[in-house]
């Protein structure tokens, strides 16, 4: 067996059982930062940006029609909850659609993918009422599709690093495994400043792969130049 294959033998180690991916469907603004905040807490699985809550056909970045950006997260509901997950969404973006601005692009979105997920919704709204923080003008709605955005757009912050992404590349050689993989999404976490290098260490060393299979991603992590 070449090194080549090694690797990617070593990538596709860390699965996670289907039964336990949940999703969830947000938007808080430009989708960027939101695809880095979410993309450095351990239990997110992999993160995408997109287009969501509109009619439109076929968006897109420049014909958004009534749709919002979003980040989509896929998540381990025992390692995060959604709960968790609606908690770091209200705390990191100002709910307020001030003056409907850029029509739906950026409205406070939040898109429930079942009857658990629009519960829990409402559970949070009336915690943080209770605690006086108001009712959010977030638009709640159940989830009916996502397109997913152009190339540029996904994991925004960790392409502004061309080491990073050749290092990746090495252990991902096609770029859709690559921006859908666990490490791409805290890495991206890591280029906006939300984790650092000890922390994505500290996971990666749990994660379900054979130690030697640990080691090489970790030494490869430690050889980017940021
Ligand atoms: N930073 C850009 C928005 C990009 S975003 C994907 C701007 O300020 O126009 O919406």
């Known amino acids: 067996m070449n090194n080549q294959s090694n690797i990617e033998d070593s990538v596709s180690a860390l699965s996670f059982s289907q039964d336990k991916v949940h999703t ?9 930062s939101p695809e880095a905040l979410f993309g ?3 239990g997110i699985i992999r993160t995408r940006v997109g287009y969501a809550g509109g009619t439109s056909t076929s968006p897109t970045y420049h014909q958004m029609g009534d749709h919002t950006e979003t980040v989509e997260c896929d998540f381990d509901p025992i390692i995060i909850s959604f709960e968790e997950i609606l908690d770091v969404f209200w705390s990191n973006h100002n709910p307020v659609n001030i003056n409907d601005y850029r029509g739906r692009q950026y409205r406070s979105l939040l898109l429930y993918h079942n009857k658990l997920q629009q519960v829990t919704i409402q559970h949070v709204i009336q915690k943080r009422q209770k605690l006086g923080m108001g009712v959010p003008e977030t638009e709640v709605s159940p989830f009916c599709g996502f ?3 152009e190339d540029r757009h996904q994991k925004y912050y960790l392409k502004r690093y061309p080491n990073a992404m050749e290092k990746l590349t090495l252990l991902y050689p096609v770029q859709d495994d690559l921006l859908s993989s666990t490490l791409a999404a805290r890495l991206n976490g890591l280029a906006k400043g939300y984790t650092n290098l000890e922390h994505i260490i500290k996971e990666i060393n749990q994660w379900t792969m054979s130690l030697s299979h640990r080691e090489m991603m970790i030494d490869l992590v430690k050889q980017i130049r940021w």
Not at 24 to 32: P, Q, V
């Open 24 to 32: 969830a469907t947000l938007g808080m603004g430009c989708f960027w």
């Open 40 to 42: 450095h807490l351990p």
């Open 147 to 149: 397109t997913l955005a």
